[in-house]
């Protein structure tokens, strides 16, 4: 997991927020009209603008679980203070963070204003801080969202990746399980589902063909190349699970997958030296 700084396009995912209120507000009836997340003016006039600075960002990852997310339906926007927040009593569950405390404020305020608020903070629902990207958490053989945003929901979770020490706190294992130092940590990454089992194998793949060259790995176009990448590469492993993982990643479709997350393949080069293993 990295650590996202919302410092590095802050001030012009503000300046998009400032332009957007001040165009909903209506000096007849003296209030903001539709300025929320499923409003057609927020998707029409600021989304579009907001996604490509989030995407900058996050290097174009999902903000959970790394998978590469592009400008298209593979991303979703994740509000780290539910939609659904209502009560300060609930938004105070964010408030440690200071980037939530001094930037986002519940939805009602500018809803309900009865004259042009001084910013920040932003409603929740559209505020640049309060969103990051995410992946859409679908694997091979259904629709079902396994995974991140859609897996959370509006639960609780700590938005890991504004905590700084992440990258030191949050680790992966050979067999490819995330594992946490700070158990304060754990019901966020388990309603995440950051431990999936589908996760879990590519992560696990991941460690074993990262000796190979990437461009190798990336130009494995034909089953048999991919095969044969699988075959020597994953030796080491019980005999059941290594048949398990070459019959589902020597497959176009999952090789695809497996390609969606390559940021592990630095990851363990960095992590577990070639010449350590």
């Known amino acids: 997991m990295k650590f996202i700084d919302k410092t590095i396009n802050q001030v012009n995912g503000n300046n998009l927020l400032n332009v957007f209120l001040n165009n909903r507000w209506n000096n007849i009836s003296n209030r903001y009209i539709s300025i929320g997340y499923s409003g057609q003016e927020?998707?029409?006039?600021?989304?579009?603008?907001?996604?490509?600075?989030?995407?900058?960002e996050q290097s174009n990852l999902c903000c959970y679980c790394m998978r590469l997310i592009n400008n298209n339906n593979t991303t979703t926007f994740e509000h780290i203070v539910p939609k659904s927040t209502t009560t300060v009593a609930e938004l105070n569950q964010y408030t440690h963070f200071n980037i939530i405390r001094n930037n986002v404020c519940l939805?009602?305020?500018?809803?309900?204003?009865?004259?042009?608020?001084?910013?920040?903070?932003y409603p929740l629902e559209i505020a640049y801080e309060n969103l990051t990207a995410?992946?859409?958490?679908?694997?091979?053989?259904?629709?079902?969202y396994h995974i991140c945003n859609h897996r959370r929901g509006s639960n609780f979770v700590e938005p890991l990746f504004y905590i700084s020490t992440i990258e030191?706190?949050?680790?992966?294992?050979?067999?490819?399980i995330l594992f946490s130092t700070n158990s304060a940590y754990d019901a966020s990454i388990t309603t995440l589902n950051l431990n999936y089992d589908s996760l879990e194998r590519i992560r696990q793949v991941w460690y074993h063909i990262s000796v190979e060259n990437l461009a190798d790995i990336e130009g494995a176009i034909t089953e048999a190349d991919r095969n044969a990448i699988l075959t020597v590469n994953l030796i080491s492993l019980p005999q059941a699970r290594r048949m398990l993982l070459i019959a589902d990643f020597k497959t176009e479709t999952f090789w695809n997958v497996l390609l969606q997350y390559k940021w592990f393949y630095n990851y363990y080069r960095n992590n577990y030296p070639l010449a350590a293993r």
């Open 42 to 56: 927020f998707r029409q006039n600021l989304r579009p603008d907001l996604k490509l600075l989030l995407l900058n």
């Open 168 to 176: 030191t706190e949050i680790t992966y294992r050979k067999a490819g």
């Open 134 to 144: 995410s992946c859409k958490g679908d694997f091979p053989g259904g629709p079902t």
């Open 107 to 121: 939805q009602s305020v500018f809803d309900n204003a009865t004259a042009q608020q001084n910013t920040p903070p």
